[in-house]
């Protein structure tokens, strides 16, 4: 079996080497999955993240959630703690770099995690148990683990659907993946 650090290099060449059109072709699909899917259509506060590094693009979801009366957050890091902080994503908010080189609001206006109804995760690799692969710096991990009642779902192209990731103990897995 691959190392944690194996697969991360592996996943992430991929994902800088993914054709552009690909990767908004089936980001588009993931979110007409997302769009439909029960636990989503539920929630009024979900949690998103701001895609880089050719992860799944979030940013028309995140339109399309707002356009039918979501409030979204996006997670806002301290790098001193490798802690996150739901911050709400206003229409027009000024973004700049986060700590680890993710856009995040320059105005935070913070929300509670456990008011979160829905986190959506990326990751770099998933398996078949949704157990999640992140760029290893727990920020994740430690975040979903205060949330243990609040439904999580992870966000994955084909290629990043592995059928066994190494975990340990302090590995947070997400309730659901939607892959494309």
Request: charged share 30%.
């Amino acid at each position: 079996m691959l190392t944690k650090a194996q697969i991360r290099s592996k996943i992430l060449l991929k994902l800088k080497t993914q054709k552009e059109e690909d990767r908004t072709r089936k980001s588009k699909f993931i979110k007409d999955k997302l769009l439909r899917n029960k636990v989503f259509r539920k929630a009024k506060i979900v949690m998103f993240y701001i895609a880089f590094g050719g992860e799944v693009n979030t940013a028309e979801m995140i339109k399309e959630a707002k356009k039918i009366g979501k409030i979204i957050c996006v997670p806002v890091c301290r790098k001193d703690r490798e802690t996150m902080q739901p911050a709400i994503l206003e229409d027009n908010a000024r973004l700049k770099k986060g700590p680890y080189g993710v856009l995040e609001p320059v105005a935070k206006a913070n929300v509670e995690p456990g008011d979160l109804d829905l986190v959506i995760v990326p990751g770099l690799a998933f398996d078949k148990k949704c157990n999640r692969l992140g760029r290893g710096k727990g920020c994740y991990d430690r975040f979903l683990n205060k949330l243990s009642d609040t439904p999580s779902i992870g966000l994955a192209f084909d290629f990043q659907i592995l059928p066994l990731i190494p975990t340990t103990a302090h590995d947070v897995s997400v309730k659901k993946v939607i892959f494309s």
